[in-house]
């Protein structure tokens, strides 16, 4: 048998300890996700089955300074394409858009109570990751974002299902048609977040939490959780379907340009 208990990666780690599952995001220089994350969250996903008979939580965190999660890994994505015809470049980008959602959904429908412990960076396809989570605790100095319009794009991880479903168009509307950030304080205003602690805390509250949902009954809690968070499975293909049609516009390929030739810091920033 696969020891699934504890991994060590290049882009990220878990271990199970008292019934908790902590994943540890670390690939510089703020957790961009390509495909060697991706190729590490499938290899969580294949094992959360044999995780979720030995556990109650999920916490996912950053050990990165600088955030959470930057989003996507754009400068793969435009250098892994600039030598195909757009549309090989956009079968390529739909297959990867599949298995991103089908670890996204997975977690995201898992028994199990799932928690992201956010700071910094929380950008693009990292707010869709922390979105998977059933809770998200932030410290103070944590900032979301859709940044993807500048680039031609709509978010592509289900980031939009999964905000509608939380909390409705008019923040899925403001975030996405206008690209700029939300701060941590305003994100529990407006229920993003339900916890907000000071800086460098939130993991610490995250273990608090996940502590707490140890005491229930692991079968009420997943109950409960299926009847208050369903899966769009409609809207997030649908969401793909967008994308893949956005990705053969030339506007797409100048803005990845544009990103990846800056030499701003952050450029991704508001």
Known sequence: MIKTNQFKGQALSWELKD?????????????????????????????????????????????????????????????GTQQMRREDAARGVRDFLERIHAVFNKIDASPLTTIAAVHGVTFGG????????????????????????????????????????DLGNSVARDLLLTGRSFNATKAQQIGLVSQLVAEGEALKAARATAAQIGKFDRQTSAAAKQFIKPLLLKELRQEIDIFCDLFTRPAVEAGL??????????????
């Open 19 to 79: 019934g908790i599952i902590e994943l540890a995001l670390h690939r510089d220089p703020c957790n961009e996700i390509g495909s060697l994350t991706l190729g590490e969250l499938e290899r969580f996903s294949a094992a959360l089955d044999e995780l979720t008979a030995i556990s109650h939580a999920v916490i996912l965190h950053s050990q990165q300074p600088a955030g959470f999660c930057a989003g996507a890994d754009l400068r793969e994505l435009f250098e």
């Open 257 to 270: 340009r544009k990103f990846v030739e800056s030499k701003e810091a952050l450029p991704y920033l508001p």
């Open 126 to 165: 990292g707010f869709e990751l922390a979105l998977v989570c059933d809770l998200i605790v932030a410290d103070k100095m944590a900032r979301f974002c859709f940044p993807e319009l500048r680039l031609g794009l709509i978010p592509g991880f289900g980031g939009i299902p999964r905000l509608k479903r």
